[in-house]
C-alpha cells in the first residue's frame, strides 16, 4: 500500500511541475470498486473483500492548470471478520458491510490526457455491521487517465479519525471498553486504508 502511495504522489507532483495545456475532469457518473484494509483492529481479523461506489463527480475549473473535482457517492465497503471470545461465547467468521454516503474534494492539476489531485473525504455510515467508524473523515491521492469519454481514476486514501468502539460482543454490538479484567480499557474503531478503481462517464461538454 505504501507503495501506491508513493506512485500516486509522484504523479501528482511531476504534474505539479509539468507545463501542458488543461484537459478538466469529467463531469458525470463514477462507478468503481475499492478494497479496505483495516489496522489495529482490537483482535478482530479483518480480510478485505471487494465493495463498490457509485455517484456522480462534479468539477469547476479554477485556471489554465487547475480544477476544483466535488463528488456525491454511495461508497460500500466490505471484509471478511474474524472474531473468536469464550468469555462472551461469540465465534464469529463472516462477510459483513458498511454503507457510507461520502463527499470527496480535491484538488486536481491537469494535463491534457492525465490529471493528479489531493484532497479530503468526509462519510456517514447509512448502513452495515463492521465496527469501524460511523463518521470518517480520510485524506486522498487521486490520478486518472482520460480515454475518449471516460477517465479512469486510481485513489488512494487513509482515515484520519478513531471512535470509541470497534469491538464485536454479543453478535455484533459496538462496545467502549476491552476485555482486560477488573479494569477496562476504552477501545476505538480501527484506522484504515481504501483503494480505488473507478470509470467516470462524461455528460459535461466535451
Known sequence: MKT????????????VIGIQSFAQPAKGIKVGANYTFYHDANDIDYSALPGFQLGYAWNTKLNETFALSIE????????NVKYKN???????????????????????????????GAGYEFAFMVAGDLP??????????????????IDIALKYGTTLNKEKGGT??????????GDTGSQPTATYT????????????NLGKK
Not at 4 to 15: D, E, P
Not at 72 to 79: C, E, P, Q, R
Not at 132 to 149: G, P, R, T, W
Not at 168 to 177: C, P
Request: aromatic content about 16%.
Open 86 to 116: 469464550e468469555k462472551f461465547m461469540v465465534d464469529i467468521d463472516e462477510k459483513r458491510n458498511a454503507a457510507y454516503l461520502s463527499a470527496p474534494v480535491a484538488l486536481n492539476y491537469c494535463l491534457p490526457k492525465f490529471y493528479a
Open 4 to 15: 501506491i502511495f508513493k506512485i500516486l504522489l509522484v504523479s501528482w507532483l511531476f504534474c
Open 72 to 79: 456525491g457517492l454511495l461508497t460500500n465497503k466490505a471484509s
Open 168 to 177: 464485536i460482543i454479543g453478535g455484533g454490538n459496538y462496545q467502549g471498553y
Open 132 to 149: 469501524v467508524n460511523e463518521i470518517d473523515h480520510s485524506l486522498f491521492l487521486q490520478a486518472a487517465y482520460k480515454i475518449s469519454f
Open 190 to 201: 480501527p484506522k484504515s486504508n481504501i483503494l480505488q478503481l473507478s470509470l467516470i462517464f
